[in-house]
Structures are given as structure tokens and as C-alpha cells.
């Protein structure tokens, strides 16, 4: 049951209503999200010098509204996926909380603003993977069961 | 003067120094460009008005295609890990000012030096950040609308849509929110229809704090302004005439222009996404001199849009009030005293005739929009938009004042980034 705490909403509603009669419904309301939200991890260089990132931090970096990591004097590489990855729509919908049109608007505002460049774009996760691996700028995202050792964790997405 | 307009038409001279001077800034460094990205933008847009009397952003009464179709370019190099450079040239099918339909402007040649995580400065030509919007004004894609609100956005921006000089943007970070500040400050020049613009000092700033999925936003800028306008020299002429009669002629010729006025733009924004709701809601103020050829002015809007799949239907009430300087008229009834009508016909004539002018940029209306928005895939949307004009405010035409006041605008517009 402590995956409940991790639901806001979850916690009033079963104080309001009582534990017996509710307990299946949490137990729903719970499930759902963890069936059809992939874990994911945001993987760094293990050469990268920060510990860890808030996520709010790297909220940030993947909007391109920070470019450097902070308290470092190293610039960010900002690695993404396709779209039509399942990694890319659970990353921003979970983390980010934009879906796809909206995070396209986003970004069209954002390039054609003269903020700065998008994030690179990879096909797949292994692709992510490898260049995270070799790159000591680099930030992505795979499913968390992907991880190895060439990558380091720096945040996860469904352990806040 | 400043219901004002015009993007800076792009003279060689200034662009070439402004090349020029990056080449020679980046010159050791040119060898490293590893990094090109080419990126652009563009719309292909058809509008019409219900009448022919009048004309809005170059709509009459039959199909055209001109005045939402524009196609930007952007280029970006990356220099070094923190200098940048970037520049767009953008092509209009319909302009303000008297760049030749489709003639390619240059918007923006300005680099970006990363100072630390949080802060960085830019030099060269870049957009000003009046408004909310501003700075994408002109990437349809990026918004729900055919076009950003029009009391806002048309005609204030145009010219000051651009200027030379420096600006410096921060973070900083609280908790759980945080704040964009960004000051700036140069030049701007330009021309809107047949006023000509000289924007000498510009200076402004701009506060931006988001709070999960709200934005609110602060921006004010100020600007050393001259303004005249071919089109009053023969009242100018006139009055210059009647001048050896008494001085307050001479200075009413002096006031159909401006000189060295500093303008006043502020600006608040209010963006809030909720779910599959999205409000925007700006409010602006123009504060002139209050004196010779200006005036003030005051608008804003408040659009509402809601998501649903592919579909985003969107409403937006905006409104705006143009205030002239009373200058004109004040001085015009001072003369009166002096020289009172009935005297001389030609002077009696030259005062209605002025009057008249000084009253049409007295002017206020409200505009109620409805429209679609749908995504046809990933980097192309397809907008559908009527807009309820209730006044000729926003309008061109000859003896506006006198014509029917309602005007009701349909466009169709699909905007892409690539």
C-alpha cells in the first residue's frame, strides 16, 4: 500500500470515505497509472559530475529553459526520442506534463524565438543509450529496466 | 505618433556591418562551427471581409491569399559550448511599411554567449519582447489562432517588432516556481504606412514567473522616439504660411510631428494551461507625451481553447482605444481667439481639415473572434477563423468615420515548422 502516497488525491479521498469500503478503488486508481506508465530513468554520463536532479531540473533542461547543469560549468546535450517512441509520450506526459501537440507548440515558440537549439533526436532507446554512454554532456531517458552500467541514473521519473 | 508599425526593412549597409562585425567577433573561433542547424517556418493563409468599402491588413471583399502568407527561415551555428549565433529572415506577403510584397527581410543576426546555467547575453538584431508573444509573433504554428490577437499585436509591433542592440536574460529559482528576467537595450527604426519611425533609445525589461503550468508576465520598455509623417506636410505648409500672423502657428505646424518623446510600452500576460483548457489574457498600455503628434493607447484580449484530440476550438474577445493628444485641437482653439473665424477663409478651412485628421486617431473597438484550430500531423495545423469587428478602428480606407462600423473577417490558414 505504499505506492498510495505516491497518488495526490489518493490519500483525502480514503480519509474522507474510510479505508474498508474504498480499498479496492485505490487499488484501481492505483493500477491503472502503473500499467500503462513505463518506468522511466533520466541516464547521464557516469563521468558527469552531478549527483542528482530535481524534477524540476530536468523538467527544465528538456524545455530548454536551463542549458547548462547546475552549480557546473558544463553545457547540457539534451538527447530525445522519437515521437512515436512509447518512452517519448510517457516522459512528457509524466514529467513534463505536456502531450505531444502541445509540446510541438512549445517547441516551435521556443526555436523560432531564438532561445536556443531543440534537444537531438534518436530513434530508439538503445540509441539514447549509446550515445548518453559515450557523450559527457549528454542527458536522455530510457525505460529504467534498459539501464547498465555505461549510464548513470540522475533522476526517475516514477520515484519522485 | 505611435499606432505604429513596420518591421525594419533590411538597408545592405546594416546588414553587411552587422555581418561584418560577427565574422571579425567570431573569426578564430569560425574554423570550430561544427554545428548548423537550418530551421524554418511558414503560413499559407486566405481571408476575405464582408464589404468592399474597407480594407483590413490588405482583406477586401474576394479571396486573397497575401496577407497571412510568410515564410521564415532561421539558421543557427553553434560556436563554441557557449557562443552562439543565429539569424531568420522572414518573407511576407503583406507588410506595413513599403517592403515589396515577399521581399525577404532580415529579422534577427544576433549572438548568444551562455554566461553561466542561469544567465546569458546576446548581441545583434534581435526581436523586441514587447508583448507575451512577441517574439514568435509571427510562427502561427506556435499558437491556437490564425494570427495573434489583433488589438494587441498588428499594428503596434510592426516597426518596433526588431531592434539593434544588447540583451541579458536570468533565472531565478524558487521552490516550486521560478522567474525569467530579461533587460534590454538599443535601436530600433522603421516605417508604418506612410509614417516614418526612429526608435534612437530603447531600453526595457521583462518579468516572467511560472508556476507549474501558469505564466505571468511583466514587460516594460521604453523608447526616445521621433515620428513624422509625409502625409501632413501640407498641413504643416499651411499652417507655416499663416506663421508671420502670430507664433501659435508656427506651433501648431510644430506639433504634426514628434520629436524626441520618450513612449511607454507595458505590458501584462497571463497564460494558464489546465488539462486540455488553455486561457491567454494580455492587457496592454502605450503611454505617449501627451503632447504634439501622439497618443495614448490601451488594449488587450482574453482567449479561451480547449483540446480535444486533434481539434482545438478557440474564443477570443479583445478590444483597444486609441487616445490623440489634444494638443492639436487645444491649440487650434487657441488661434481661434487670436484670429477667430470668418476672417480668413483658407485658415478656417485649414483647421476643420485638421480637426478632422486629429479626431481619427481618436478610436476604439472590440473585436470577438471565433475559431479552429486542427493538427493535420505533427508539424502542420489548419486554422479556420471568423472575426466580428465592431468598429473601424483597425481598419484602412478613406473617411472611416463616416462609414458603416461593423466588418466581419473569415481566414483560412495552415501554418507548418520544419
Known amino acids: ?24 478503488y485505490v487499488v484501481v486508481l492505483c ?6 506508465w513505463a518506468e522511466l530513468a533520466v541516464i547521464v554520463n557516469p563521468q558527469n559530475p552531478v549527483e542528482d536532479l530535481s524534477a524540476r531540473e530536468v523538467t ?51 526555436l523560432f524565438s531564438g532561445q536556443g537549439n531543440l534537444p537531438t533526436e534518436l530513434p530508439d532507446e538503445a540509441a539514447v543509450k549509446r550515445y548518453v554512454a559515450s557523450h559527457i554532456n549528454a542527458i536522455g531517458y530510457i525505460d529504467v529496466s534498459a539501464v547498465d552500467d555505461s549510464v548513470r541514473v540522475i533522476h526517475s521519473v516514477n520515484s519522485k | 505618433m505611435v499606432r505604429t508599425g513596420s518591421t525594419v526593412k533590411v538597408s545592405g549597409a546594416i546588414y553587411r556591418s552587422l555581418l561584418c562585425a560577427m565574422l571579425y567577433a567570431f573569426h ?20 476575405k471581409i464582408n464589404r468592399d468599402d474597407v480594407k483590413f491588413m490588405g482583406y477586401d471583399d474576394s479571396w486573397s491569399f497575401r496577407s497571412d502568407t510568410m515564410l521564415g527561415l532561421q539558421a543557427q551555428a553553434d560556436i563554441s559550448d557557449r557562443w552562439s549565433a543565429t539569424t531568420q529572415i522572414v518573407s511576407r506577403g503583406f507588410n506595413f511599411d513599403d517592403t515589396s510584397d515577399f521581399e525577404p527581410t532580415l529579422e534577427w543576426l544576433f549572438a548568444s554567449y551562455q554566461v553561466s546555467p542561469e544567465a546569458r547575453i546576446r548581441f545583434g538584431r534581435m526581436r523586441t519582447p514587447l508583448y507575451l508573444l512577441s517574439e514568435s509573433l509571427e510562427v502561427g504554428y506556435s499558437y491556437p489562432w490564425v494570427r495573434p490577437p489583433v488589438d494587441t499585436y498588428t499594428f503596434l509591433l510592426t516597426s518596433l517588432s526588431n531592434f539593434n542592440g544588447v540583451d541579458l536574460s536570468t533565472n531565478v529559482d524558487f521552490a516550486n516556481s521560478d522567474l525569467d528576467i530579461q533587460v534590454f537595450a538599443g535601436a530600433s527604426q522603421g516605417k508604418y504606412i506612410d509614417f516614418d519611425l526612429d526608435f534612437y533609445a530603447l531600453f526595457g525589461a521583462n518579468f516572467k514567473y511560472h508556476w507549474n503550468s501558469l505564466t505571468l508576465r511583466y514587460g516594460v520598455t521604453i523608447a526616445k522616439t521621433d515620428a513624422s509623417s509625409a502625409s501632413l506636410d501640407p498641413i504643416i505648409d499651411a499652417y507655416q504660411q499663416f506663421a508671420p500672423l502670430d507664433p501659435i502657428f508656427a506651433e501648431l505646424a510644430d506639433s504634426h510631428s514628434t520629436e524626441g518623446a520618450w513612449f511607454q510600452y507595458h505590458g501584462l500576460g497571463l497564460q494558464w494551461d489546465y488539462g ?43 478590444y483597444y482605444k486609441n487616445v490623440f493628444s489634444d494638443d492639436i485641437s487645444t491649440l487650434i482653439t487657441q488661434s481661434e ?57 483597425l481598419m484602412s480606407g478613406d473617411d472611416l468615420d463616416q462609414k458603416p462600423d461593423e466588418t466581419v473577417l473569415t481566414s483560412i490558414v495552415i501554418d507548418v515548422v520544419f
Open chain 1, 31 to 36: 493500477m491503472l497509472p502503473m500499467t500503462s
Open chain 2, 28 to 47: 578564430p573561433a569560425l574554423h570550430a562551427i561544427d554545428n548548423f542547424s537550418f530551421s524554418g517556418f511558414g503560413s499559407l493563409g486566405m481571408g
Open chain 1, 60 to 110: 527544465k533542461l528538456f524545455l530548454g529553459r536551463l542549458r547548462m547543469y547546475p552549480g557546473t560549468d558544463l553545457e547540457t546535450e539534451v538527447i530525445d526520442q522519437q515521437e512515436d517512441q512509447p518512452a517519448f509520450r510517457d516522459f512528457y506526459h509524466q514529467l513534463v506534463r505536456m502531450n505531444q501537440s502541445k509540446l510541438m507548440r512549445y517547441r516551435a515558440s521556443y
Open chain 2, 337 to 393: 481667439a487670436i484670429i477667430p473665424p470668418g476672417n480668413i477663409p483658407q485658415l478656417d478651412g485649414l483647421r476643420k481639415i485638421d480637426q478632422q485628421v486629429a479626431s481619427q486617431f481618436d478610436e476604439d473597438g472590440r473585436t470577438y473572434t471565433l475559431g479552429l484550430r486542427y493538427e493535420l500531423f505533427t508539424q502542420a495545423a489548419l486554422k479556420l477563423e471568423v472575426e466580428y469587428f465592431d468598429s473601424n478602428a
Open chain 1, 1 to 24: 500500500m505504499g505506492v498510495i502516497c505516491k497518488f495526490p488525491g489518493v490519500k483525502p479521498l480514503l480519509r474522507q470515505t474510510g479505508l474498508a469500503l474504498n480499498t479496492l
Open chain 2, 276 to 318: 486540455h483548457w488553455s486561457l491567454i489574457a494580455e492587457q496592454y498600455a502605450t503611454l505617449g507625451p501627451n503632447e504634439d503628434f501622439a497618443n495614448d493607447s490601451y488594449g488587450g484580449y482574453i482567449s479561451l481553447s480547449r483540446q480535444i484530440g486533434r481539434f482545438t476550438p478557440y474564443a477570443v474577445i479583445g
